[in-house]
């Protein structure tokens, strides 16, 4: 399978405090003839302020290279080998409510097919500030004019 690349853009705004480290991470699907590898050992690491855009055919792995960072993936499909790093911990072994304390706390997603991921009878603010509403509580005020801390 064709690994997707991941383009770095200028390290203007880098900090060098890593917050996401993955490192040979593999994903294998179980099938009748044996596990197949989707992903085969990709590294990548993004920093504080830092945006990291993976770009790669279409079925070359992105989405689930994501997903099997928040533990989201589907049936069969497992992480086989490597590990990712958040803010310094193994997303990986982490327990069930650590990690959902991560999963829209300090990690958020917009999944892939946005007029069916996000809710077109809301408003994308209010879906934005639905996370910091419920994982730091704030108020809505509060939510809506948080920093936007890209
Ligand atoms: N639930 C699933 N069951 C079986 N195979 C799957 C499943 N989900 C994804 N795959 C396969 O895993 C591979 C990687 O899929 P993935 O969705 O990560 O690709 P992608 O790079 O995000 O593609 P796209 O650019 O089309 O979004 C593809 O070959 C796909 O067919
Ligand atoms: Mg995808």
């Known amino acids: ?12 705004a880098r900090t060098g405090e890593r917050l996401l480290d993955v490192k040979g991470l593999t ?9 197949a ?7 990548l690491h993004v920093d504080k302020g830092e945006t990291l855009g ?6 070359c792995g992105k989405s689930l290279t994501m997903l099997s960072m928040m533990r989201l993936l589907p049936n069969k499909i497992h992480v086989t080998k490597g590990e990712a790093n958040f803010a310094g911990r ?25 007029m069916t991921s996000l809710n077109p009878v ?3 603010g209010q879906q934005l500030a639905e996370p910091l509403i419920y994982h730091r509580g704030m108020s809505k005020a509060e939510a809506r004019s948080a920093p936007v801390n890209f």
Do not use: H
């Not at 690994?3 to 203007?12: F, G, L, Q, Y």
């Not at 997303?91 to 300090?106: A, C, H, I, P, Y």
């Open 1 to 12: 399978m064709m690994m997707a690349n991941t383009i770095r853009p200028e390290p203007s």
């Open 27 to 35: 994903i294998e699907i179980e099938t009748r003839n044996g596990p």
């Open 37 to 43: 590898t989707i992903v085969d050992g990709i590294d």
């Open 54 to 59: 993976i770009v790669g055919e279409s079925g």
């Open 90 to 114: 193994d997303l990986q072994k982490m327990s069930n409510s650590e990690l959902r304390k991560v999963r829209g706390g300090e990690v958020g997603f917009i999944f892939q097919d946005p």
């Open 122 to 124: 809301m408003r994308i």
